[in-house]
């Protein structure tokens, strides 16, 4: 059964479990320690993880989340495997200190490592919901909109040529990315006819090197003949947004977005998306 909670990271070949997390920010009424909150997997371990997150769906009320973060590295769609001269890139890149991974959903390349703070979220989507896949990006996206609404800022969703992995929901805080967003859809079967389960990611810049990280991406596309742009003012951080929480930026960012999660109420979201939508 499905519930609103947060799903610690687990190592492979261990069941992943549920931690229902209070509004207190502790768990079994101890204090959430920081591995738990935001452990740091190997990507393939993360990848692991999410598939079985999506696997374990079975469309009860409620949604499950995860935040993680991974080694420095390029992450790229399956796609990019069969361009000319894919493993010779790869190596290089490697040797220029940033390892390629090959990811499940389309899109761009895009560097994780410390300065990226990644949500996953499962949730089912049901056949009575229109424009059911902006829905899912809208229900990924809302704990960092309300995030920044409590700032007075308002997010936006659209694209903005020269970032990393560009889409059309991706959060933009004025004129710069802020977040990247992908999902998986996973059929529920005859028994629930119209009904998917919806992995959505979301790789949201706490404090990552701009910078370095477009560079990487564009030496790598370089040498796949893929004309990239990559340009680093078109990025912005959390950590330019948020100052002097006296934690490190990751942490401080994982532990209000865990709460935002926790703030919301699915089923209330997704009428007023509904609502919304009717309205035009």
């Known amino acids: 059964m499905m519930t609103q909670a947060r799903i610690a990271g687990s190592p492979p070949g261990v069941d992943t479990v549920a931690d229902t997390v209070a509004d207190t920010g502790s768990e079994n009424g101890a204090d959430v320690s920081t591995p738990a909150l935001l452990p740091e997997m190997q990507y393939d371990e993360a990848l692991a993880h999410e598939r079985a997150m999506l696997a374990a769906a079975d469309g009860s009320p409620g949604m499950v989340w995860s935040l ?27 040797a220029r200190g940033f390892p390629v991974h090959v990811r499940d959903t389309g899109g761009g390349a895009v560097v994780q490592g410390a300065g990226v703070v990644n949500l996953s979220m499962v949730f089912s989507i049901g056949p009575q919901v229109r424009e059911r896949i902006g829905t899912s990006y809208r229900v990924l996206c809302e704990p960092v909109m309300a995030m920044l609404r409590a700032r007075g800022i308002e997010g936006a969703f659209r694209s903005i040529p020269g ?17 990247g967003t992908a999902q998986r859809w996973r059929n529920l079967g005859r028994g629930r006819p119209g009904e998917h389960a919806v992995l959505a990611h979301m790789a949201l810049f706490a404090d990552l090197d701009h910078v370095t990280a477009a560079a990487a991406i564009n030496a790598l596309y370089a040498d796949i003949g893929i004309d990239s742009g990559i340009e680093a003012p078109t990025h912005i951080n959390w950590a330019e947004i948020e100052t002097g929480t006296g934690k490190a930026v990751a942490v401080a ?5 865990d709460r935002a999660c926790q703030a919301i109420d699915l089923e209330a979201l997704l009428d007023r998306l509904a609502k919304a939508q009717a309205a035009g």
């Open 68 to 94: 993680w973060q991974t080694g420095t590295c390029i992450v790229v769609p399956r796609s990019h495997t069969v361009r000319p001269g894919f493993g010779e890139a790869v190596a290089a890149s490697a």
């Open 163 to 179: 970032t990393m992995c560009d889409g059309i929901y991706n959060i933009v805080v004025g004129t710069r990315k802020l977040a």
């Open 253 to 257: 960012l994982a532990e209000e977005l």
